[in-house]
């Protein structure tokens, strides 16, 4: 039997801490539903307010999400995996077998991490053509693209550091190949091999370099790109939208209703008489200056809608599907793993990871043209599209008939390298030579 | 009567002021100070010592290697070929993206992306760029053979043992 005095001395001191944690019980008014965005760490990222536009499926794919929450995946599943991992070319590939055959869940784990790496490097390539195909890199998000173009390159080296640490034969030949890749470049390159490698071939020291790349250089310079880039996407006013978004019809105003305040009710008659509904004058604003193509809140007619909850659920289940799609796949296949690295017998065909055979496929043909120079120039092209193409037409729509030569030169560019992977990946065989997958 | 107002100096555009100079000193310190930190880490992780295969190492008597023998060192990444009494290291590190060629009937082939080579090397087909290097041989006074793959010599170069 419980004592009512003491249960209901314990019940303020519970709400008391829970209230100091959570500010704000959940919102059933605009101004909780502003003050929840605002006062919760995990939702001020986000802005109040965000466009319909934004939030159309069809229109984003959710491609940045989906990029993000891989990333977020991959931190988990690899400070798990860092628990078991040596990198010593001794224990490295003794540690693969281990996570395969004795520690609870591991084979799972690399799978996860090792699936959500390729769907990375899949998903950010993809982000790119949606960013492109909609014509979101135009002002003021020049700069913002420039960031995801350092991404795109950062999340191919992290996929690529990360291929060594198994140290079987598939880690050690592509890594050579790579490097070697690397080393073609004029002036620098033989320096930047050894620096890389920290010895002139593949070895114990590679391994250590890449492994501290793979886990603290690189995701710590991922991250803050990541930062900046979503920080700018607010700055610059939310995604990208066709101007005439802007002048749509306003929905009908949302009038908001609230209950009067119970003080008010207990203490006034008056009050009590009129206890219907009424209508809350807004008293609240956005602090700070707000200039520019922000999204504004509440005194301009606009067609944005809260963030929460439309934003928050679209981006929950972005998430769910996320994990739902790497937990389905690391289920049903399990990650590579070949014989442990031989150095006698480079397998035949040596083949790189598959976003690098479009690469290998040209290196065959001339290393330093294949591997440096048109490599080189696609990058540099691509961080100067923003500050080529000016044309302030057709942004935020898909395939915009005034972008069609925009468009059509970037499909190329995506169709040639598709092509190229695809004939690394199924027409070379032994030696690099021509073979039919049929 | 009015005092001539000297005009001041931060007005006249290119006259170097002590602010200015301060600014110029500091700013050149502060950016200064970057590019050697920046080159300070470059030097650190540049390896003073590596520790993996030396460069120079014996591989054994003459005797080991009979007339006509062309045998692949992996480890080394060195062929020793043997014609006679002439004998010679051949690079099988692939000159176009480090794969170990490996020894075929008419020469070295490459597994990585198909570089062909003739028996002493050069190149006969596949993107490799040019010949495998040959590496200088000496005879040790201790009788065993030494390779140096830091030095390359030209090719044809037969030790005569």
């Given at each position: ?49 965000v466009h319909?536009h934004s939030l159309k499926a069809t229109y984003t794919l959710g491609l940045g999400l989906i990029a993000f929450f891989l990333f ?48 990375m490097v899949a998903v950010v390539f993809l982000h790119m053509c949606r960013v492109f195909l909609t014509g979101s890199y135009k002002p003021p998000r020049e700069f913002n693209w420039v960031l995801g173009v350092l991404l795109l390159l950062v999340t191919l ?68 790109l990541v930062?900046i880039h979503f920080w700018r996407i607010r700055k610059d006013g939310g995604l990208s939208r066709p101007e005439?978004e ?47 193509p ?24 972005v ?59 696609e990058v540099?092209l691509l961080l100067l599209v923003p500050y080529i193409d000016r044309k302030v037409a057709g942004v935020g729509r898909w395939f915009a008939?005034e972008r069609l030569l925009a468009n059509f030169l970037f499909l190329t560019f995506v169709v040639?390298n598709v ?20 | ?161």
């Amino acid at each position: 039997m419980s004592n009512p005095t003491t249960s209901s001395s314990w019940k303020p001191l519970v709400v008391n801490i829970w209230r100091s944690i959570f500010r704000n019980p959940l919102p059933s008014s605009d101004l909780g539903r502003a003050s929840t965005s605002f006062t919760n760490f995990f939702l001020h990222i986000h802005p109040v307010k965000v466009h319909r536009h934004s939030l159309k499926a069809t229109y984003t794919l959710g491609l940045g999400l989906i990029a993000f929450f891989l990333f977020f995946i991959l931190v988990v599943t690899g400070i798990l995996l860092m628990f078991y991992y040596v990198p010593s070319t001794t224990q490295a590939y003794d540690r693969m077998l281990d996570l395969r055959g004795t520690v609870a869940f591991g084979i799972f784990l690399r799978n996860m991490h090792r699936w959500s790496a390729h769907g990375m490097v899949a998903v950010v390539f993809l982000h790119m053509c949606r960013v492109f195909l909609t014509g979101s890199y135009k002002p003021p998000r020049e700069f913002n693209w420039v960031l995801g173009v350092l991404l795109l390159l950062v999340t191919l080296f992290l996929s690529f550091t990360g291929y060594l640490l198994p140290w079987d034969q598939l880690a050690f030949w592509a890594i050579t190949v790579g490097t070697s890749i690397a080393s073609y470049a004029p002036l620098v390159g033989k320096e930047m091999k050894f620096i890389l490698l920290g010895d002139s071939t593949v070895g114990q020291e590679a391994l250590l370099r890449f492994y501290v790349l793979h886990v603290a250089v690189l995701p710590a310079v991922l991250s803050l790109l990541v930062a900046i880039h979503f920080w700018r996407i607010r700055k610059d006013g939310g995604l990208s939208r066709p101007e005439e978004e802007d002048a749509l019809p306003v929905p009908p105003a949302e009038v908001e209703l609230v209950q009067a305040p119970a003080v008010v009710m207990a203490t006034s008659p008056a009050a009590a008489a009129a206890a219907e509904p009424v209508l809350q004058k807004r008293n609240y604003g956005i602090q700070g200056l707000v200039r520019g193509p922000f999204t504004k809140v509440g005194n301009v007619p606009d067609r944005s809608v809260f963030a929460w909850p439309n934003l928050f659920m679209a981006e929950l289940v972005v998430f769910l599907i996320t994990v739902a799609g790497v937990l389905l796949v690391s289920l049903l296949f399990n990650a590579p793993l070949e014989e442990p690295v031989n150095i006698m017998h480079p397998p035949n065909p040596a083949k790189a990871p598959w976003y690098f055979l479009g690469l290998q496929e040209q290196v065959s043909y001339s290393a330093f043209w294949g591997g440096v120079g048109i490599p080189g120039i696609e990058v540099l092209l691509l961080l100067l599209v923003p500050y080529i193409d000016r044309k302030v037409a057709g942004v935020g729509r898909w395939f915009a008939r005034e972008r069609l030569l925009a468009n059509f030169l970037f499909l190329t560019f995506v169709v040639v390298n598709v092509i190229l992977i695809i004939i690394g990946t199924f027409f070379r065989g032994p030696n690099w030579e021509f073979v039919s997958p049929w | 009567m009015k005092t001539p107002v000297k005009p001041a100096l931060e007005e006249s555009g290119d006259a170097m002021t002590r602010r200015r100079l301060l600014s110029w000193l500091s700013g050149f310190g502060l950016f200064g100070s970057l590019i050697i930190t920046a080159f300070s880490n470059l030097i650190f992780i540049k390896p003073r010592a590596t520790y993996g295969q030396p460069n120079r190492f014996s591989i054994g008597r003459p005797d080991d290697f009979p007339s006509g023998a062309r045998v692949s060192l992996d480890e080394r990444r060195v062929c020793i070929v043997r014609d006679g009494d002439k004998i010679a290291a051949i690079s099988t590190t692939c000159t176009h993206l480090g794969c170990i060629v490996a020894v075929s009937e008419t020469g070295f082939s490459c597994p990585c992306h198909g570089s062909r080579y003739d028996q002493d090397g050069n190149v006969t087909g596949g993107p490799a760029p040019r010949a495998l290097p040959w590496f200088q041989i000496t005879l040790a006074p201790n009788g065993e053979i030494e390779v140096d793959k830091d030095t390359e010599i030209e090719a044809g170069n037969y030790l005569r043992v």
